[in-house]
């Protein structure tokens, strides 16, 4: 008798066991699904590029930040905020040019993951950028050995530039929602003859208004906030 | 995968372009006169010996352009001070001031070459004496450091 209850007893635990295991089995197996859900949230970058620019000759000073949002499968809604200024000491003439600028656009991920977990992207994408910026001129020293030198007096406008961009690049989560990711453009200036006093030798945002075509490329860092899974 | 992402990122980051533009260091405002004369009703051109010039230079002494010269043609650079170049030409013992009447404004020819000047001429004011030059014809009015070779902007008749 006593040996049928330890019997019982035993497989009372044996039963225990295996239904004790049975509910972790059956918690864990929501846990691991977590780990293959994509999460969603804002995504807030910095472009560590234009650090660079701080230390060419002439130096521009700027900084641009940028915000994008998965709204849809791979297709990420993005806006660009920055601003910059360069001025120029030459023999000839100082020059100096600086302002805002903001892009809208848009990028498709091209990169398919199996496990929608991971957050790396590959993207092709495109932008309208508008700068409002103010360009000078000053000292502007005229040689002339036969009627003699003369300096100009000096000008100022305010203008804005807009234009178009062709983007593709990639980021990578470095850490989880810590992104690097570079990005190259191609820029078509819509509106070059904007001054037809100077061309501006910068227009922030785009570059070198000489050009009416430009290229560039972006390195930024950045987080995405962690919002919500699907 | 990771890695190779951040290695194109690298790769990325040292490519740079640089370009570099370079100035032409006859960048002055020059009118290009032509010599002509008609022989038989035909327009030719024509070479001039001994002909001197310079321009009259308002507190200062006058400079030779050109010093008993045989040539077929003159550069001459206009007053960006003024709104008006005077020249005097003097071919042996006689000589004609000729007076250019002309706007006068600036503009960027490029950062590196900085300003230049910019003469658009009066056709309807070009005063000259008649000991030198029978004529004188337009034959472009707008004059800026950026002459071509062959441009011509007046036509003496001699």
């Known amino acids: 008798m006593q040996t049928q209850n330890q019997m019982k007893s035993i497989s009372g635990y044996i039963s225990k066991a295996i239904l004790l295991l049975l509910t972790m089995a059956v918690v864990s197996q929501p846990l691991s699904g977590q780990d293959t859900l994509r999460t969603f949230g804002p995504r807030l970058g910095l472009d560590l590029a234009r650090f660079i620019y701080f230390f060419t000759e002439p130096a521009e000073y700027g900084a641009e930040i940028s915000g994008d949002f998965e709204v849809y499968k791979n297709i990420y809604p993005v806006i660009e905020l920055g601003y910059s200024n360069m001025s120029d000491t030459t023999d000839l003439f100082d020059y100096a040019s600086g302002g805002t600028y903001g892009r809208l656009g848009v990028d498709y991920n091209v990169l398919p993951m199996k496990d929608r977990s991971i957050h790396h992207s590959i993207t092709v994408g495109a932008r309208y950028g508008l700068s409002v910026f103010t360009q000078k001129a000053e000292n502007m020293y005229i040689q002339n050995g036969y009627w003699g030198d003369m300096v100009l007096e000096s000008y100022e406008s305010s203008l804005r530039g807009h234009w178009v961009e062709l983007v593709g690049g990639l980021r990578a989560e470095v850490l989880p929602n810590l992104f690097l990711g570079w990005m190259v453009r191609f820029k078509f200036l819509l509106n070059q003859d904007m001054d037809p006093k100077i061309t501006p030798a910068l227009i922030p945002g785009y570059g070198n208004g000489t050009n009416n075509r430009n290229f560039g490329f972006s390195y930024s860092i950045y987080y995405k906030i962690p919002l919500f899974k699907n | ?158």
């Open chain 2, 1 to 158: 995968m990771q890695s190779r992402l951040l290695l194109i990122s690298v790769l990325f980051l040292m490519v740079s372009c640089v370009t570099q533009e370079v100035c032409n260091d006859n960048s002055q405002s020059e009118l290009v006169a032509k010599f002509k004369t008609v022989i038989s009703e035909a327009v030719s051109d024509t070479t001039i010996s001994g002909v001197t010039l310079y321009g009259i230079r308002e507190g200062k002494p006058d400079s030779l352009l050109y010093d008993s010269s045989d040539i077929s043609s003159v550069e001459l650079p206009l007053d960006p001070h003024h709104t008006y170049s005077r020249f005097v030409m003097k071919i042996n013992e006689l000589s004609d001031t000729l007076t250019l009447i002309h706007n006068t404004g600036f503009y960027l020819m490029s950062y590196t070459c900085g300003y230049g000047a910019i003469f658009t001429l009066d056709p309807d004011s070009i005063i000259h004496g008649s000991k030198l030059f029978y004529d004188i014809e337009i034959k472009s009015t707008v004059i800026d450091a950026d002459t071509e070779p062959d441009e011509e902007h007046l036509w003496l008749y001699f």
